[in-house]
């Protein structure tokens, strides 16, 4: 059965306790979080398979459907969030601070306002934060430093596969990825072909490596010789997806795709090495 429920800036889902209602789908829904902190989001509905994929789905206390005040305090939020926005530009700019303010976020009951900035290095901003402190009275400010990764999940956007970006929608942690694995994927080494709307080497590329890893483990290494029933070749490319290999003929110079199973012969020495004995040079 379908679940209600809601999903973190983070990209992580909630469900909405003791609410099954297809009523409120695609609406807002008032809740409070882990630390009873109140919110007002928009719904969503989960497919039993997704809560059932997931496994244990956190869940989040569902309040009251947003009346006409909460509706008027949700507005009320994003023009004071556009607001404390452009105001901290503004100090950051005066004080000159090495950093760049990516958002600002209250809470529904406006108690906490955390502006979120990037920077490559340690900010040194507690003049700006004593400032903002006088400013926005009865308000709990924090100044919280982010990654490029976190950066784009907070501004979301479209990836080049056309779809939005994972981690402003379901991943819940940034996986660790590296070029290695685009190597393995027989991807070109082009920088703006591997980076993401983050600058940052794609997520994508971490998600199917383990079966690459898998599937190559069956194949001869490159670079080593073979052989097969036209003769000796030479071993020049994975492709694990169509569980082959392409390989080079020592003899004829031609080019093909083989299976494993093809193979008569694995590690032969190189043709070059045959009948090669250079030992009566010693001396010389």
Known sequence: MAKLGIRLGTGELRLLDSIDSFQLKDTFAVYEDDENIMH????????????????????????RQPNSADKTQLLNKKEE????????????????????????????????????????????????????????????????????????????????????????????????????MARNQNLPPNPSKLTGACGKLKCCLS??????????????????????????????????????IQIKNYETGVYENIKPEDIKTFNVKSPEDIGMDFSALDDL
């Open 40 to 63: 007002c989001t928009k719904t969503i509905l989960l497919p039993s398979t997704i809560v059932i994929e997931r496994g244990n789905i956190k869940t989040v206390k569902f309040i």
């Open 81 to 180: 969030e556009s607001k404390a926005y452009h105001l901290c530009i503004e100090k950051i700019k005066t004080h000159n601070l090495d950093m760049r303010l990516v958002d600002a976020v209250y809470t529904f009951d406006f108690n906490r306002l955390t502006f979120f900035y990037f920077a490559e290095g340690r900010v040194d901003f507690r003049i700006l934060l004593k400032e903002l402190t006088a400013t926005f009275r009865r308000t709990r400010i924090i100044l919280r430093q982010i990654g490029a990764r976190e950066e784009a999940r907070l501004l979301n956007g479209v990836g080049t596969c056309g779809r939005t970006l994972c981690c402003s929608t379901w991943l819940k942690e940034f996986p660790f990825v590296t070029t290695k």
């Open 207 to 244: 998600y199917e490596d383990e079966m690459y890893e898998t599937e190559k483990a069956k194949l001869p290494d490159v670079g080593t010789y073979i052989e097969t029933n036209d003769g000796i070749a030479k071993v020049l490319k994975h492709l694990p997806l169509e569980g082959k």
